[in-house]
């Protein structure tokens, strides 16, 4: 079993940074695949980046360039750096892992994932 805890959403005016952590335990997430999403009022939940265990980052084209993912193996947390904030950005972002490791992770797929934490509130005013 697998417990993730997403932290360090809030309020921040656009162009602003946050940076996103997914405190994991039960399992070092260096053996898994690690992805951020993001679900916005109305909408789908939708990937927005995911790490590779092998320490790979892929980035959904809308955050390319702003947001970077990382993972630190000593505290066995993944980040999220959202840099560039946009208004539509606003959303609460998920972190999930998963356990079966494909050569080409299906990053998308919401399905691929085993485990989700609570969700953190992202709000960026213009």
């Known amino acids: 079993q697998v417990q993730l805890v997403e932290s360090g959403g809030g309020l921040v005016q656009a162009g602003g940074s946050l940076r996103l952590s997914c405190a994991a335990s039960?399992?070092?997430?260096?053996?898994?695949?690690m992805a951020w999403f993001r679900q916005a009022p109305g909408k789908e939940r939708e990937f927005v980046a995911g790490l590779k265990w092998t320490g790979i980052p892929y980035y959904a084209d809308s955050v390319k360039g702003r947001f970077a993912i990382s993972r630190d193996n000593a505290k066995n947390t993944v980040y999220l750096q959202l840099n560039s904030l946009k208004p539509e950005d606003t959303a609460v972002y998920y972190c999930?892992?998963?356990?079966?490791?494909?050569?080409?992770?299906?990053?998308?797929?919401?399905?691929?994932?085993?485990?989700w934490g609570q969700g953190t509130q992202v709000t960026v005013s213009s």
């Open positions: 039960g399992r070092p997430l260096n053996s898994y695949n």
């Open positions: 999930g892992i998963q356990s079966r490791l494909r050569a080409l992770p299906a990053w998308a797929t919401m399905t691929e994932y085993d485990y």
